[in-house]
Structures are given as C-alpha cells and as structure tokens.
C-alpha cells in the first residue's frame, strides 16, 4: 500500500505542527500510526476559504472528518488502535464523546468568540496566513460558524445570547479537564504505552489551547493546572514532532539505541581509562591484573586449567 | 439553567427531606410525548426509582410550557421546580442522596464519558428518527449500532456498568434502550439493531423487572 497519502490543513504556529484541532488530530494520528502523510497546508492560498479542512487526498479518493480520516487510515493497516481491547474501543469513543460535547463549545469560544483572544491572538494568526483579499473573510467567517455552533448545542433556545451560557461553558470545560487528568493519572498515554486515537483527539483539543499566547484565559490557566495533561502535549511533540524532518516512530527508536550504544561505548571508555589509573597506583600489586575484570572467574579458571 | 440558579437550587434543596407529594410531568404518552422527550423521562424516572426517591407521574399536554428550561421531564419538588436528568441528580444529591458517590475519580470520568455518548449518539438518533426522512438514516443507524456496541462492551456480564451498584449511566441507557424498544415507528429497524447484543437486552429486562414491576408491560 505504497499510495501516497496529502493531507491538507492548516499550517503550523505557537509551536504546534498545526494550529487547527482537527488538522492536528490527524497529524498526530499519522505520527502514532506510521502514516506517510505529507502535510500540505493551505495558507496563503485560496483553499483557506473554500477548502473543507483537514482533508486527506489518497490517490483519486479524498476524504474530510477526522473521525472518517483515523477510518480510512486503518483501512490502509495504518492502525494505531490495533492492541486495543474492545472495552477499549469503546471507552474510546465514549471520551470522543466527551470532548465534543463538553471541551469543544468553551475551545470555541475562547478562541472565536472571547473579544480579547480573537482580536489579539486568533484574528491575526488566521489574517495573516490567508491571502489578500481574504485576510478580511476568512478569520469572521469562522468566528460566525462557531458562534452558530455554540449557540445551537449549548443554548437553551436559538435566541439566547452567547453571553448567557458562558459561565455554563466554561464550568463544564474545567469539570471535563478535570475528568481527563484523572483518567490519564501518571501514564504517558491513555491506554498503555504507546499512543491510539485518543491520545491523538486529546492532544488535538488541548495543545492549541496550551499553547496559544492568549491575553488572559481562565481555561487555559486551568488547564495549566494539570501537569499531566501539559506534560502529555509536550511528550508527543517531543517524541513525534521534535525535528523538522518528519520522523516515524522506528526511526525515533533507532536514534534512542543509537544513544544508548554511543553511551555504553563512553562508559566503557570510562572504566577503561580508571583502570589504567589503578594500575599505575598499584603497579607492584601482583593481585590487579590490567584487563577487564570478569564476570564468571571460574570461566578464568577454566582457560587456565584447559589441558595442553 | 445558568449556572448561579442552579447553585441556588442545591441550597435550596438541601434544606428539606425528599416529600412524598413530588410529582414528574411529562407529555401525554400515546398521542403527544416524542421519543427523545420518552427516553429523558423514562431515564429520570429510572433514576429515582434506583435512588428509592417516590415520584407520581402527570402527563400533561402543556409539559413543555411548564418546564423552566422547555425541556422534559421536570419534576416539581416541594416548591422547587427541576428539569433534566442533569440538574435533577445534582438536585437529589443536594437532599443527600446519590448513586455515584462510590466511584472513584476514574471511574465517575468513564461514567460522564459513557453518558455523554449516550447523548450524542442515541438521543440525536432519536431525535433524527422523529423529524428526518430517510436520506442519511444508514448513517444514523450506523451510529446507533456503534454506540450499543461500545455500551455492550462496556457492560460485558455485569448487572450494571460499575458492576454491582446502579448509577445514573445505568438510568440514561434503560430509558433510551427500553424506548427505541418498545416504541412502534415506522421501521423497526433502530429497535433491531438495538436487539441483536443479547446484553443490552438482558439489561433492560432486568430494570424494568426491579424497578417496574407493578407496571403493566
């Protein structure tokens, strides 16, 4: 299954391979799954407006959603959910659940909808990465999608004003924050030690919000708070994200036993240079003999005693 | 609710003991009531035979209209009017009474998470079924399917989901599961997904005996 594999999506900024949630969530799940997906982000371009993003263009097949992307990809064997148990599967999807329906309406308005944000951090990041004319369009369209979208889930009738539900928004961000940093506790991953779908959904919601250089955001404050989840974020851009090239999983393996190899080879280097000096410090005693010192002296014994 | 009434309700609910007179209103059951607003009802109903908390249930055609929030059921409690299954079990829990109190932290993470699942999945199913056609119905099947088959997964062979206690999540899902069951729509087909995982199907069977039992099926 060697087809090349385009995802399109917005481009990379405050550190993160993608500012977009859903556009990091299949990068990431890439990164986890082995996926050779090349990133081609649509900024500056005119896909910024008409474009659905992230869309993956496989061959003569493209596919938007996350969700159906992570489908398509394990189609193609690239599945990072493959040790799952089913119980797991479906705790999977019911902490998808949660995001969307708890995380997602306060991620919205704190990046669209708060007043401050939007005009300090969000507007000017999405105007300058949209060509002219569109740096006028782009950044207002998406404010109004997600004002519409907070408003027709969480609002108790269409014609609540947004103002009236923030604290309810907000609360139920924290509480879901909360109810992610219990079940993660000290593991570096949600399930195990490698990294599935979920690891990928949660670092799409969260590292945005980590990272964004935002004013003043009781969220992000909160979710400041909870050194598991930031440390979370940093691992996978450490461990997946760290150099410009992209590097697969086998290939990060490889540098952590390339290091491990290079240490032993100074350690050994070490002990062999103490043991010199030991000679030399005792160099009329019969008993330290200048070579390694063995792990089996009866093997010695042996070598000694084999018969001519 | 905003969230300042709702802390006012939780003092004002911890003041008194639950009342024998408290009532639930919901639509009228054969020509009125929809099958999501069903679900919900038969979910808090549920929930409060599992809390041991009494409830006489009034069908009403003007529910909605009395409803603080326009949505059903809301029970009306000594002077306090509460609606929903969220802000009723935090209300309940105010007059000291809770079925999740002996979840750890991970395990009442997994229990909103599940519930949460539920509402997305089967209740915006419901909700599909009653007011859409049928152009994207196999999707909307498909996602039933997957929802029960992760509520199946979840439950294996306990009596409940958090093994031998009942909580709220065991509530919501009798409520939806049991509707989409018995509700006679125009393709069975919703109800056939739900019968196929013999689990779900023991489960409900075994809600509606402990907690229904002078009901008549």
Not at chain 2, 164 to 174: G, I, R
Request: charged content about 20%; overall charge negative.
């Amino acid at each position: 299954m060697a087809l090349s594999m385009e995802l399109r999506c917005w481009g990379g900024g405050w550190g993160l391979p993608s500012v977009h949630t859903e556009s990091l969530i299949v990068l990431a799940y890439s990164k986890f799954s082995g996926a050779q997906v090349t990133a081609s982000p649509i900024d500056w371009t005119w896909k910024t407006l008409t474009a659905t993003v992230p869309e993956l263009i496989c061959g003569e097949s493209s596919v938007t959603d996350p969700t159906q992307i992570l489908n398509f990809l394990r189609k193609q064997r690239f599945n990072a959910d493959y040790e799952l148990t089913a119980r797991q599967g479906a705790d999977t999807l019911a902490y998808i659940a949660l995001l969307e329906e708890k995380l997602r309406p306060a991620l919205l308005h704190t990046f669209w909808v708060d007043a401050e944000n939007y005009s300090n951090v969000t507007r000017p990041w999405f105007a300058s990465h949209s060509p002219f004319p569109l740096n006028f369009v782009v950044p207002c369209r998406h404010a109004n999608i997600a004002i519409s979208r907070i408003l027709l889930t969480k609002g108790e009738s269409p014609l609540n004003r947004i103002n009236e539900i923030e604290a309810k928004l907000y609360s139920d961000a924290k509480e879901c924050l909360n109810l992610l940093s219990y079940r993660l506790g000290t593991a570096n991953y949600f399930f195990g030690n490698s990294p599935t779908s979920l690891d990928a959904f949660v670092f799409g919601f969260l590292a945005p919000l980590y990272k964004a250089g935002f004013p003043s955001s009781p969220l992000q404050s909160h979710l400041g708070q909870l050194e598991n989840l930031t440390q979370f974020c940093e691992n996978i851009l450490a461990v997946y994200f760290s150099s410009s090239q992209p590097s697969s999983p086998s290939s990060v393996q490889e540098t952590k036993d390339a290091n491990l190899q290079k240490l032993t080879q100074l350690v050994n280097k070490e002990s062999n240079l103490i043991e010199k000096m030991d000679d030399n410090l005792r160099s009329s005693s019969p008993q330290h003999k200048p070579h390694r010192p063995e792990p089996k002296p009866s093997l010695a014994n042996e070598k000694n005693s084999t018969p001519a | 609710m905003s969230l300042a009434a709702e802390a006012f309700v939780s003092q004002m609910a911890a003041a008194e003991p639950w009342p024998e007179n408290a009532t639930l209103y919901q639509p009228l059951k054969e020509e009125q009531i929809l099958l999501s607003d069903c679900a919900s009802s038969l979910a808090v109903q549920t929930y409060l035979k599992m809390c041991g908390l009494p409830v006489q249930v009034v069908c009403k055609t003007n529910a909605e209209f009395m409803s603080p929030s326009g949505k059903i059921p809301f029970i009306h409690v000594g002077n306090q009017v509460v609606s929903e299954l969220g802000p009723i079990v935090q209300f309940t829990k105010a007059k000291g009474h809770s079925l999740s109190d002996g979840l750890d932290d991970v395990q009442r993470a997994e229990m909103k998470a599940y519930m949460e699942l539920v509402n997305n999945m089967l209740l915006t199913s419901e909700l599909y079924i009653q007011w859409c056609d049928d152009a994207t119905a196999a999707e909307v099947y498909e996602d039933v399917s997957q929802c029960c088959q992760a509520l199946s997964q979840r439950l294996g062979t306990q009596p409940f989901f958090f093994n031998k206690q009942p909580t709220e999540l065991d509530a919501l899902v009798f409520g939806h599961l049991f509707t989409i069951l018995t509700t006679r729509l125009t393709s069975s087909e919703l109800a056939e997904r739900v019968r196929s995982y013999s689990n779900l199907l023991t489960f409900c069977r075994r809600i509606e005996q402990t907690y229904f039992e002078d009901k008549n099926s």
